[in-house]
């Protein structure tokens, strides 16, 4: 009789499905303005966005936690734009920064040792029906095991389902 496996992990994916069409879900990825709605887990705030949307460019999001709590200061994410298909499909880097950019060791902001100094991460906007969009967040497995399950222990789905949360009501 044949052995049953686990299925084999090789990504990370978040998925939402929002009633707003791909235009107005793109805006809010693309906009600081709108951006700063949503970004960051519930209870934490965005002071922060850049965005230059271009291939090659960057962009420096920050956010800040609740007050009195260990997330009571501001992080920042950053990352290089490597395609854009507006409305569709965007492709950056991201890691952990300074206010300026520069990556900084992730375990700065407490993430464990092994986790990535910097991932890919492929975001679509896909039309399911007229004025509904499924949203994905694909992040690949990095070549270390050590650094994926780092990623899968990192709190991040949790996260991003979270920030999530606030999008749908920021696109209300």
Do not use: C
Not at 100 to 122: C, L, N, R, V
């Amino acid at each position: 009789m044949p052995s049953q496996t686990e299925p084999k992990i090789d990504e990370i994916v978040i998925t939402r499905v929002f009633d707003s069409p791909p235009e107005r879900v793109w805006q809010a990825w693309t906009n600081p303005e709108m951006v700063k709605r949503w970004w960051g887990p519930e209870g934490f705030t965005a002071p922060s966005i850049k965005i230059d949307l271009r291939v090659g460019g960057q962009y420096v999001w920050s956010m800040r936690g609740p007050a009195g709590t260990q997330w009571d200061r501001e992080m920042f994410n950053a990352g290089v734009y490597k395609e854009i298909v507006p409305n569709e499909k965007l492709v950056v880097t991201q890691y952990m920064s300074d206010a300026d950019g520069h990556m900084i060791d992730a375990s700065e902001y407490g993430q464990h040792p092994d986790f990535p100094d910097e991932m890919k991460i492929t975001v679509l906007f896909e039309e399911i029906e007229r004025g509904r969009t499924r949203l994905s967040i694909v992040y690949p497995k990095p070549e270390s095991e050590a650094q994926f399950q780092a990623m899968l222990k990192s709190g991040m789905t949790e996260g991003w389902n979270s920030s999530l949360n606030k999008l749908a009501e920021a696109l209300r």
